[in-house]
């Protein structure tokens, strides 16, 4: 049973126009991530939260932002996609113990940008 | 600064061979580190991890090792499988306030038959 769970799986949206990806957990972690990833390319974080904490990426642009009402939901809000916006997008989750920080993922969100 | 990369970008190997994947990194007070491979459409699965105080560290046909002297990781994947075709990416976690991992290039395995 998928743990992280993204949706939807694609999303077309137009040129400027907001659009709000989902992302839920069934783990009960604490940190929950937000990562941009594009073609032939490794994943980018662009945020996370730490329970409440919201921790932006100095390189994520204002264009990109994140709620987390629960524990269990956290969105990716993209106020005005640029054609530079089509990625794939990756949320994970973790719970921190010590040094280990395993992330677990979700399929992703692939958008398109028209 | 703190990087990740990867040598090779492509790796083709014949099934049943075993397969190494490398990777560099810079950040010298990284003190953990992971090995995630990522199918086509699919998000990362993790598949190995290994903390800074050991250099080798063995899971079901997978082995990494570390050499914190080169910062140098490796992921040897034994008797290769038509499954195991996807990319690969190591991680390293570093602590700059927030605790976060920095990924790798990448390296895409190729399964010949």
């Known amino acids: 049973d998928a743990m992280v769970i993204q949706n939807p799986r694609y999303q077309v949206t137009q040129f400027g126009k907001p659009v709000t990806l989902s992302c839920s957990q069934t783990l009960n972690h604490n940190v929950m991530y937000w990562y941009q990833q594009k073609s032939s390319q490794a994943p980018k974080l662009l945020f996370h939260?730490?329970?409440?904490?919201?921790?932006n990426e100095a390189d994520t642009p204002d264009n990109f932002q994140s709620r987390r009402p629960n524990t269990s939901f956290c969105f990716l809000d993209i106020r005005s996609p640029g054609l530079g916006d089509a990625a794939m997008y990756l949320c994970a989750t973790s719970r921190r113990t010590g040094a280990k920080n395993i992330q677990y993922f979700g399929a992703g969100t692939r958008l398109s940008v028209l | 600064g703190e990087s990740v990369g990867l040598h090779l970008p492509t790796l083709s190997v014949q099934e049943g061979d075993n397969s190494i994947i490398n990777c560099a990194y810079s950040n010298s007070a990284s003190d953990y580190f992971i090995w995630y491979k990522q199918e086509s459409g699919k998000g990362p699965q993790f598949i190995i991890d290994i903390r800074s105080n050991m250099d080798k560290r063995q899971g079901q046909r997978v082995t990494v090792l570390l050499n914190k002297t080169v910062k140098h990781l490796s992921l040897q994947i034994a008797a290769t499988q038509p499954g195991d075709s996807a990319v690969y990416f190591c991680a390293e976690n570093i602590r700059q306030g927030a605790q976060k991992l920095v990924f790798g290039q990448g390296t895409r395995l190729t399964i010949n038959p």
């Open positions: 939260y730490y329970d409440k904490d919201f921790n």
